[in-house]
């Protein structure tokens, strides 16, 4: 079984240019994660889709920050424009989604991760 | 989700046996305790789950105290691949949670040869 995908595995860029990254979770994977990890923290939650649907978004920045997931499949995170202190690890995960009986089903498959180094 | 505490560190020798404590006296019947590991320049893997019973998987074992207000990862034969950060999340298992992990910063376990 293929894993979760993620591209570029390194970006480096310049204070207020902006950055995409690109996640393609395990097929048939509905709920779909996005996480930041800052070095030597453990990774915080930017956004949750279930199918192509916002689930959680308290913790994203909306105003540099954004992310879609059209059709429900890959999905992409954009920063517009980048500050110094999002230079950190972008992690996106995926799971089957949510079982509201057992907390079986909610294991969650992270990716290798985006290094983006602001400068 | 209830707050959980653990050790920043720990050592163990390889082929012995790595017990790692996590405490989250604040746990709620419906919250479930997780475990996942982050080995160096990876994402983090799941490791295990548990609700209130003791549970057992080809990676670890999971003892939950029986007030469930701390629990133990145990490795049964630390090897120096699982020189990681591991760390214990407790997370409401139904409802309208989705799923959704509060990472702390976790405990660096070191295997020595």
């Known amino acids: 079984e293929a894993g979760v995908a993620q591209s570029p595995r390194y970006k480096i860029i310049e204070k207020r240019q902006s950055v995409a990254f690109w996640c393609n979770p395990i097929?048939?994977?509905?709920?779909l994660y996005w996480y930041q990890q800052i070095l030597g923290q453990g990774p915080k939650l930017l956004i949750q889709?279930?199918?192509?649907?916002?689930?959680?978004d308290s913790q994203l920045p909306k105003d540099r920050f954004s992310a879609e997931r059209l059709k429900g499949v890959d999905s992409t995170l954009k920063i517009q424009p980048a500050k110094l202190e999002d230079s950190a690890v972008y992690l996106c995960?995926?799971?089957?989604?949510?079982?509201?009986?057992?907390?079986?089903?909610?294991?969650?498959?992270f990716g290798p991760g985006t290094r983006l180094t602001v400068l | 989700d209830a707050k959980t505490t653990q050790p920043p560190s720990m050592d163990c020798a390889e082929g012995r046996a790595a017990n790692l404590p996590c405490n989250h006296s604040?746990?709620?019947?419906?919250?479930?305790v997780y475990w996942y590991r982050q080995i160096h320049s990876q994402g983090p893997q799941y490791i295990i789950h548990?609700?209130?019973n003791n549970e057992t998987n080809e990676m670890a074992s999971l003892i939950i105290t029986e007030d469930r207000k701390s629990s133990t990862l145990i490795l049964p034969h630390a090897t120096l691949r699982d020189t990681a950060v591991y760390y214990c999340?407790?997370?409401?298992?139904?409802?309208?949670?989705?799923?959704?992990?509060?990472f702390g910063q976790g405990t660096i376990l070191t295997v020595h040869p």
């Open positions: 995960a995926s799971s089957l989604g949510h079982d509201r009986t057992s907390g079986t089903g909610h294991e969650q498959f």
């Open positions: 604040t746990i709620s019947g419906n919250e479930y």
């Open positions: 548990g609700l209130k």
């Open positions: 999340i407790v997370r409401v298992g139904g409802g309208t949670s989705y799923g959704k992990l509060t």
């Open positions: 889709f279930q199918n192509n649907g916002v689930v959680d």
């Open positions: 097929s048939g994977h509905a709920t």
